[in-house]
């Protein structure tokens, strides 16, 4: 609280020039925060009507990938399984088809 008079007075003089004042800046304050939240607001629908519907294309697509990328990966372990048993077939045919001049000797045990 001022102790000088002469403060006093002139704060009392000039008491309702501050007050507009304050009104005035919060009532611009409060316009903005209006506007701003109008223009959030649009923000939020434009993302909701237009990116979202891309975002989900976009994420569906990702999961249909993902779903080829795991058949991809089945089939390349199924792939080295036949491979194998491919192998494993020819080394026993070609046992059988091998000259008797060629055929291993079972060793005595």
């Known amino acids: 609280m001022p102790t000088n008079p002469l403060t006093a007075t002139t704060r009392a003089v000039f008491r309702p020039v501050r007050t507009f004042f304050n009104l005035h800046f919060e009532s611009v ?3 903005v925060r209006q506007r701003n939240g109008d223009q959030t607001a649009a ?3 434009i993302v909701e ?3 979202l519907p891309a975002v989900e294309a976009v994420r569906a697509e ?3 990938l993902a779903e ?3 058949c991809a990966i ?3 372990n199924a792939l080295v399984e036949l491979r194998q048993t491919n192998d494993q077939l020819l080394a026993v045919l070609a046992e059988f088809v091998k000259r ?3 055929v ?3 060793t005595p045990d």
């Open 29 to 31: 304050k409060d316009e």
């Open 43 to 45: 923000i939020a629908s």
């Open 49 to 51: 009507d237009v990116l």
């Open 62 to 64: 990702v999961n249909g």
């Open 68 to 70: 080829q990328q795991r």
């Open 74 to 76: 089945a089939l390349e």
């Open 100 to 102: 008797p001049d060629q």
């Open 104 to 106: 291993s000797q079972p």
